[in-house]
């Protein structure tokens, strides 16, 4: 078993709307930034977990994903990195 | 001016207690995740914005960063990406 860390965004899909994303783009407006067109705000997952390769903690944390940590109605996620740490 | 799409990554500090990242491990571990031994959760923001190139973009939401999206008690930020959408 190899030690390995996984990093997992997990965004609100496209359609949905994003109510966090919109007070975020707001605040950045009224802080002069009016440049900025639209922000998405999700989550970023960093797991360390023990797996015996590459792949197979990949497919650990995507069953993670879909048994608990992203809500399929409203949200996407995608591995973003398997690393060694 | 050209359109950039900057996804920033905003982790909580090493260190600095994560308790929702906590909540994620002992959920994991109940669902029989017993692999896992750590999760840090922090956000994953996603921003459209003008700017005349890729380094004016990225350093224009640096400054977002440092003013608004980052809290520099407790959090690490990194530009994850920078990309013409």
Redesign the interface.
Known sequence: ?T?FRVAV???PRKGVLDPQ?KA?SD??HA?G?S?????????????????ADRSAAES?VR??CD???ANPVTEDYEI?GVTTP
């Open positions: 078993m030690r965004h997990i965004v994303g975020v605040a950045l802080l930034f440049a900025v067109h639209e922000t998405r705000v999700g989550r970023h997952l960093v797991l360390d977990l023990d797996a650990s069953g993670m048994k608990l940590l973003a």
